[in-house]
């Protein structure tokens, strides 16, 4: 097994704002009980016993993308029976955006980056990042990222999923990871049907691929009831090929531990995906 989307930090080697900040509610809740190192060994522990033997770090914050990656480079070169791939941030409307991507690319775990399009209603209203979708250097940036072999972690929320299709149909060299599913934060019959319906304007764009992550997020006591139709419809419009599994880990460890949430994933992916769930699609999408 691969998991295709997790984090890892040590707060005396990087600076994550998020994680310094005490009492600040976030989308996904209380940060709190994650607001201490989560280091490999930790992760690797819980991820190995569900038979995990290799993983995708995705930026999670950091002052310093550069800083974050370096130190990500730093311990997959110390733990070379663990294979890592790492997605970075890179703000793709800079400038220097050349010089910066040439930075990461010295790394050999970088395949790809993150810049975060939209994480909920709330905090995108104070943050401002759903106006990269009018920037036209955004669109600039993913087409340099796919020109240079670099894959592009889409996070974002229902609301903004056609904008962001009309923009991707300009990229269709650009690998594109859509993170947690396109995040369906209102998990009413009405709002995940109105999340399925628009999803199809990403599914039927070939470039990109759908992860089956963070989905505790916006549901925090789930059942695998509560998933089953998140899943069932990711399955439907991506077909296995292009759906991959991430614990988004450990934010996803507020709601549950590591083998109740990959044992619900099972459960739900028929036996006969489960080899390009788990496995394969991840391991081409990162060449891993």
């Known amino acids: 097994m691969i998991d295709a989307h997790h984090h890892l930090w040590d707060l005396s080697a990087v600076h994550y704002p998020w994680l310094m900040a005490k009492g600040v509610e976030r989308f996904f809740g209380d940060p709190s009980p994650i607001q201490r190192n989560y280091l490999l060994d930790e992760f690797r522990a819980d991820a190995a016993a569900q038979g995990v033997s290799a993983s995708v ?52 775990t970088v395949k790809g980056v993150r810049q975060i399009v939209g994480r909920a209603p709330g905090e995108d209203a104070v943050t401002g990042t759903n106006d990269l979708l009018n920037n036209p250097a955004f669109l600039d940036g993913l087409r340099e990222a796919g020109r240079r072999g670099l894959s592009f972690d889409l996070q974002l929320i229902p609301e903004l999923i056609e904008k962001t299709a ?35 304007n990403l599914s039927a764009l070939p470039q990109v691929t759908c992860k089956l992550s963070g989905l505790g997020m916006f549901q925090h006591n789930w059942t695998v009831d509560d998933f089953r139709p998140i899943i ?25 531990d590591y083998a109740t949430l990959v044992q619900a994933h099972r459960a739900i992916v028929p036996q006969e995906m489960h080899k390009a769930v788990f496995h394969d699609t991840a391991a081409a999408f990162y060449a891993l």
């Open 232 to 256: 069932d419809t990711c399955l439907e419009q991506f077909g296995p090929d292009r759906c991959m599994f991430g614990s988004n880990f450990p934010v996803d460890s507020l709601y549950s």
């Open 166 to 200: 009309r923009v991707l149909e300009q990229a269709p060299d650009t690998k594109v990871a859509l993170c947690h599913a396109g995040s369906p934060h209102d998990r009413s019959p009405q709002g995940l049907a109105d999340w399925a319906s628009k999803l199809r």
């Open 57 to 108: 770090h995705i930026q999670v914050g950091a002052e310093d993308g550069l800083a974050e990656a370096t130190w990500v480079q730093s311990v997959a070169d110390a733990t070379p029976d663990w294979p890592m791939a790492q997605v970075v941030f890179c703000d793709l409307t800079a400038p220097d955006l050349d010089a910066q991507l040439d930075t990461f690319q010295a790394l050999s």
